[in-house]
């Protein structure tokens, strides 16, 4: 007998359904699986035949075809094994045929016939959703995950029994409805978007917090320096708390991405705290950018809507750090391998941090005996194209012991949220109806029509330029950051005091350039 | 004067043996009666008389040039001249005189341009490669004013300090002289190269190192001695506990030459060996002012075969609180601060020195401004020229 079963599969953070057919006919004995099955799918044979045994069902002694069409599409992942031992039941007439029909079945099965959690569920239900199929059977790991899209219904199974009960004769009890869960009406435990971070925590570095401002209002890409412990981790780590909460999309975004990559803890619904990418300084190129023979994001796209974090940017192998030029310009990376071209989302807020020289104590020549030679090797080892793409560079000094137990407590980041979403209201407004969302993306040949400055504050900017020798990439740079600046203080025109601070933001070129 | 022009050649080759001093050299010519006569000798003598390493390395030329010998001594001599390198022995009397006086003179040295002259007062400005802002500055004016006062500079080329100064003079259309420790033709350090052209034109690169010779480490020790045989007084502006500035002083006094050290703050590392040689007697230096007068007494009683009036000397630096005035004046600009400065500008500017300071820095030191205040007006100040940024967001007092 033939049966079909609706199926997903993934394909980057969209993806696409899979019909999963099988044929039970006599002859000799035999499980194939055509449609080109990667490694784990094929190995699902082996998990359901002993979930079969186990939980007492007959495997069928007849010759048992299975296909996954499209056929011509590489398949992974273990999401196959319900859907198949489900078609087998169907074909072998265990359970009746039609009952199966309009529902897509997801999750992998144990030898003793439980069924685990499987990963990219949002994205496939989004999709199964879109096609008009009007119910989905996923692992219960995952049902409040599925729950998350409208319009299907969602029932999260614990075993291959209970569907198997389920299927043969449909009634709610025996596999409740998960409860929708939209983004607005969230009731589960994780919903909260309080962060345990708090800029309230780091005394002094008044320097860093308002680049951190800056960065979070423009979404300018921000570079610390200064020498080892000084706090630099500290001010990277509490940036997402000052980042205005995920808007719905945002979330829906951010919880696909985490779905496909697996990174989802099991239970949990959608993401609403922006998350916080620290990748050590010897990730590899695939897994900072995704890919892989089995397609994964990568460390970019996890920190997409939120903050990549480069401690010890110097240490990075280059190309890796080079290859994040054309996803901070596109905000999203193609991957193209030989067997699939995919492109995830990856639109991070850059967050570098290292020492100012291979000791960390320059330009205190008490403490630092580093050779000119060597600090410049050291800070050649930072690509000028990245350097390029930073538009905020801070130094930090220690604080001194006197300032902490003076008990200066800084401001919270409650208050720092507040300025940057004033900013982020100003820039909405500026730039609607256009492709561009903050000030830092603004072309060098739209900063006229946009950030234009008064004629006292150009010719300023002109003078400052020939003084200290700025490139025309500083100049917009600064025109960038003074506009943001402007911004964060509630300023429609750009005035002199925005651009002398931004200006002190700017890479000095005679440091980078020694 | 041809049988010269001959003994020259080879006094040149009996300087590019590696190892070869200049007391064993001379000793040697004088030994054998001529340069010539040692490349002559057979190997047992040159054995017996010198170090298995040094008759290995001589022996091992000698054996060279028995093949192409005269093609060789052509080369060497055509090859120097043809990149404006020039030869001088001993025995000339355009040999700089301050430096036979020394023990252990060199035989000869290869330069170019031209050599100091000894009718002019000459000084030698060490100090060490990575220096503080604050040496950075001395060094900067003290060429300044030496090259203004032609006075001629005699120092090392190196990064740092000897640069700094030697730069300095020559922007003031001074003479100076560098001192390498590689081949004359070699400028070390590449970063130095604008300076190595400038002296080529006014003052002069020396070296007693063959020409292509590579800067080695342990070449650097007997080129210091050759940078304060060379000098009247030296002057030592910045240097660490047991660096090789202090090294050169060693030599310098063994040579008899009055020593100067820059004092600086106890609590500065790179002052340590300055504080240090003025705690054992050397001179202290005070300004360029003070110096010149004291270095031409020095000069004069050098002539007049005496030693240096080292009391009366100490006597009247206690009475030149006028001098000292006209020292914060040369190198604080003035005590006042530049009269165009708004308030703001004026209080963040009087905190900041040759230390470099961070805006942080100077928000925990002026607890009335916030960051976004700070750094505007540093980099107000920055434009205006009184401020310079060092590494990424320090900030020194421009003087």
Known sequence: ????????????????????????????????????????????????????????????????????????????????????????????EIIPAGNSGNILFLGELGLNGEIRTVRGVLPIVTEAAKKGIKECIIPSGNAAEGAIVPGIIVRGAESLTQVLEYLRSPSEEKLPREPACSFENDLSEDSSTEYEEDFADVNGQDAAK??????????????????????????????????PPLSRDESLEVTAIYSVAGKLPPGSTLIRKRGFESPHHTITLPALTGGGSN????????????????????????????????PLEDHEVHISRSRY???????????????????????????????????????????????????????????????????????TSAEMRSRVVLARIAQKKRYEGTSYRFNSEVNGSDLEKYCPLDEKERSFLGEMSDRLGLSVRSYHRIIRVARTIADIEGSDRICHGHILEAASYRPNDEYWKT | MNDYAEE???????????????????????????????????????????????????????????????????????????????FITFREPAFPDRLSEIPDAPVGLWYIGSLPSPDLPSV????????????????????????????????????????????????????????????????????????????RLSGGIISIYPPGEMALPQNFPPRNRIVSGLSDAVIVVEARQKSGTLITVDMALEQGREVYAVPGRITD????????????????????????????????????????????????????????????????????????????????????????????DIISLLKEYDYPAVSMILMQLLIEGHAAQVGQGSFIRKY
């Not at chain 2, 298995?52 to 060789?72: G, H, M």
């Open chain 1, 1 to 92: 007998m033939y049966s079909k079963i609706i199926s997903g599969a993934l394909l980057g953070v969209r993806s696409l359904l899979i019909n999963v057919e099988v044929d039970v006919s006599s002859g000799i004995p035999l499980f194939a699986m055509v449609g080109c099955a990667g490694s784990e799918v094929r190995e699902s044979k082996e998990r359901i035949w002993a979930a079969f045994k186990n939980t007492g069902l007959p495997m069928p002694v007849s010759r048992i075809t299975v296909n996954l069409s499209p056929a011509d599409m590489h398949k992974e992942g273990t999401s196959y094994d319900l859907p198949i031992a489900i078609g087998i039941l169907e074909s072998a």
């Open chain 1, 210 to 243: 308002r680049a951190a401002v800056i960065s979070a209002a423009g979404f300018h890409s921000l570079l610390m320096t200064g020498p080892p412990g000084v706090g630099k981790s500290l001010i990277a780590k509490r940036i997402p708390s000052i980042m």
């Open chain 1, 295 to 326: 397609p994964r994001p990568g460390a970019i796209s996890l920190a997409h809507r939120s903050v990549l974090f480069l401690d010890e940017l110097t240490e990075f192998d280059r190309k890796a750090i080079d290859s994040l030029r054309q």
């Open chain 1, 341 to 411: 071209s995919i492109s995830y989302p990856a639109d991070f807020l850059l967050v570098c941090a290292m020492n100012p020289c291979p000791c960390g104590y320059y330009p205190d020549r008490n403490r630092c005996r580093c050779t000119e030679n060597t600090i410049r090797k050291y800070l050649g080892k930072v690509s000028g194209p990245i350097l390029d793409r930073i538009d905020l560079c801070v130094q930090m000094s220690p604080v001194s012991v006197k300032d902490i137990s003076a008990g200066k407590k800084g401001i």
């Open chain 2, 8 to 86: 020259k050649r080879f006094m040149e080759l009996l300087c590019s043996v590696k190892g070869l001093n200049g007391s064993v050299g001379r000793s040697l010519i004088e030994y054998f009666g001529s340069a010539e006569n040692i490349f002559g000798a057979d190997e047992k003598t040159l054995s017996g008389l010198l170090t298995p390493a040094l008759s290995k390395n001589l022996n091992n030329l000698r054996r060279s040039l028995s093949d192409t010998e005269k093609s060789l001594k052509k080369k060497t001599a055509a090859g120097c001249s043809a990149n404006g390198i020039n």
């Open chain 2, 124 to 199: 030698a400005v060490i100090g060490a490669r990575e220096c503080s802002s604050y040496g950075e500055c001395v060094a900067k004016s003290l060429g300044a004013a030496l090259g203004r006062a032609k006075v001629q500079v005699i120092s090392g080329m190196a990064r740092g300090i000897d640069g700094i100064s030697q730069q300095a003079a020559q922007d003031e259309g001074g003479l100076s002289y560098g001192v390498l420790g590689s081949g004359a033709d070699v400028c070390y350090p590449p970063s130095n190269r604008r300076l190595y052209d400038s002296l």
């Open chain 2, 269 to 360: 590392r790179l002052s340590d060996g300055c504080n240090g040689l003025i705690g054992q007697g050397a001179n202290v230096f005070l300004s360029p002012d003070i110096f010149l007068a004291e270095l031409s007494e020095i000069i004069d009683s050098k002539k007049n075969g005496g030693s240096p009036p080292r009391e009366e000397r100490i006597k009247r630096r206690s009475t030149c609180s006028s001098r000292i005035k006209k020292l914060h004046r040369e190198y604080s600009g003035s005590r006042d601060l530049p009269p165009d400065l708004s308030d703001d500008e004026a209080k963040v500017l009087s905190v900041l020195g040759l230390t470099p300071l961070s805006a942080q």
